[in-house]
């Protein structure tokens, strides 16, 4: 297997690190990252052509990546879709990162970068972004298509009532009450303090 070839099939397996997840929002990890280990250091590793390094970023920030993916688009398949593409822009743009302590604040900027992009090449073309009412709609293939249907139905749910909140209330009530994280969890991700994530979440669940 030549060089391009092994660096191909390497960057394909960390992208489907951000694919494989149940639709209850639980991640599946493939490597286990070491927390000792601080998002600038794997940056440098990473930098210095270490892939080890860098699926450890990934494993390290799926959840979030793909929480915020998810909060953009209202829908499971295309957060899916989005997440592995934000693997691939990542690892092509390492270089560009000038603040490598940010590592975590950038990378949500490009899933939230990838996911405005895609909804407006959608609307460019004429096609209205699909919501979690559509997939329900796609149920039958798997072999319980009755809890297929409900876990849908339940997406559907949640999501109208998410989709009314401004994306600033909406990531930390999709990390908190979606993937089921800590108010410490939710502040570590976004950046911001635990007092600002009991608030915005108290006031999107008023909203």
């Not at 975590?104 to 895609?118: D, K, M, P, Q, Y």
């Not at 990390?175 to 911001?192: H, K, N």
Request: one cysteine or more; aromatic letters at 4%.
């Amino acid at each position: 297997m030549s060089g391009d070839s092994r660096s191909s099939s390497w960057l394909h397996s960390s992208c489907h690190l951000l694919c494989r997840r149940a639709h209850v929002g639980v991640m599946t990890v493939l490597t286990v990252s070491n927390p000792m280990i601080s998002d600038e250091q794997l940056w440098e590793r990473s930098q210095a052509g270490d892939r080890e390094a860098f699926g450890q970023i990934v494993e390290r920030h799926q959840s979030l990546v793909c929480a915020l993916a998810y909060s953009a688009c209202g829908n499971l398949s295309r957060s899916e879709d989005l997440a592995p593409v934000d693997v691939l822009a990542a690892w092509t743009l390492l270089g560009e990162l000038r603040e490598p302590a940010r590592l975590r604040a950038w990378l949500c900027g490009i899933v939230r970068n990838l996911a405005a992009s895609s909804m407006r090449r959608e609307r460019r073309h004429g096609g209205v972004p699909e919501t979690l009412d559509a997939v329900s709609e796609m149920a039958g293939s798997e072999a319980d298509p009755a809890a297929q249907v409900g876990t849908r139905e339940e997406e559907t749910l949640l999501w109208r009532s998410l989709s009314r909140l401004p994306g600033n209330y909406r990531e930390p009530m999709v990390l908190f009450y979606r993937e089921q994280q800590s108010v410490a969890e939710v502040a570590g991700g976004l950046g911001l303090s635990e007092d600002t994530v009991r608030q915005r979440l108290s006031r999107g669940r008023a909203l």
